[in-house]
């Protein structure tokens, strides 16, 4: 799993993720059990998801830091183009994610289309997306491209065809990622071109990159599931079981947490499901 240690500029460096960091890998330690992924060399196996499952003495405390982080993360946002789900599912599962990531390829070409087929198409689970970039400015093109074509409703068709293939370096020059949105059905690639490179393009990648950085995300992907950490690519049976644990416990709490419903710098339009 790449991380940011190496790669991202001193502006990208967190000042002061103290205790905020200490709370994620708190959470990590006493939540879900996941191993690390390596770019580069084989992914350390992780726990079996029974181990996922273990009661921990403190689990009310831990359920409330959990509810804490989903409601200050997941947006639930109307017409939120990048995201696919039921506005009010009982579980919301947000990535960050960065385009030149293996890693996050591999989730979104193996486990994703299990977990929209299993959960998201029952009204159980809602996706969000974070740009998250970690690898410099041909990663920040990528993630305002993405953005640019949910400005037309083909956010998840060219984030698709981004994770594809791994993508890096001169592959995701403007030329380059204006013909994968003709590819993806994006109809305005003039406009397309003009949103790539707005202001609100940028806003938007910054608002998503400070969420992450306020949580001490410093790795990709990274996802929260109704506020509970998971680290890297894990096996699609990580991500069902807990899936299927935040519902419960959803239902035992009375329904969805309830997040930001705001969709400042997200664009506008109704959001589509990913292409197949």
């Known amino acids: 799993m790449p991380t940011s240690a190496s790669s991202a500029s001193p502006t990208r460096k967190i000042a002061a993720i103290g205790a905020v960091l200490a709370l994620v890998v708190a959470l990590v330690a006493i939540g879900i059990a996941v191993g ?5 060399g084989s992914d350390r196996a992780a726990d079996t998801p029974g181990a996922a499952a273990s009661v921990s003495p403190r689990q009310d405390d831990d359920q409330q830091l959990y509810d804490q982080l989903a409601r200050q993360t ?10 696919i789900g039921k ?4 579980v919301v599962l947000v990535e960050y994610a960065d385009y030149q990531c293996s890693f996050c390829g591999r989730f979104t070409r193996e486990t994703q289309p299990e977990l929209i087929k299993k959960f998201v198409d029952d009204g159980t689970l809602r996706i969000e997306f974070r740009n998250f970039t970690i690898y410099g400015a041909d990663s920040e093109r990528a993630a305002r491209a993405s953005w640019a074509a949910g400005r037309q409703g083909k956010f998840w068709q060219l984030h698709d065809e981004l994770y594809a293939k791994t993508n890096k370096g001169s592959a995701l020059a403007e030329d380059k990622l204006v013909e994968m949105a003709r590819k993806s059905g994006v109809a305005d690639l003039d406009k397309f071109r ?17 969420e992450g950085y306020q949580l001490g995300v410093q790795s990709t992907p990274s996802f929260l599931v109704n506020g509970r950490p998971v680290a890297g690519a894990q096996p699609t049976a990580v991500f069902e079981q807990a899936i299927s644990q935040a519902a419960e416990q959803a239902r035992k709490s009375g329904g969805a947490a309830k997040g ?3 969709g400042e710098g997200q ?3 109704k959001a589509e499901e990913p292409a197949k």
């Not at 690390?36 to 580069?40: D, Q, R, T």
């Not at 506005?87 to 009982?90: E, G, R």
């Open 36 to 40: 690390k992924a390596v770019e580069g």
């Open 74 to 83: 997941s947006r639930r946002a109307d017409g939120d183009p990048l995201a």
């Open 87 to 90: 506005k009010d599912a009982p």
């Open 194 to 210: 003009a949103d790539l490179n707005s202001p609100a393009a940028a806003a938007a990648l910054k608002k998503d990159q400070e």
């Open 260 to 262: 930001q419903d705001s």
């Open 267 to 269: 664009g506008a339009g």
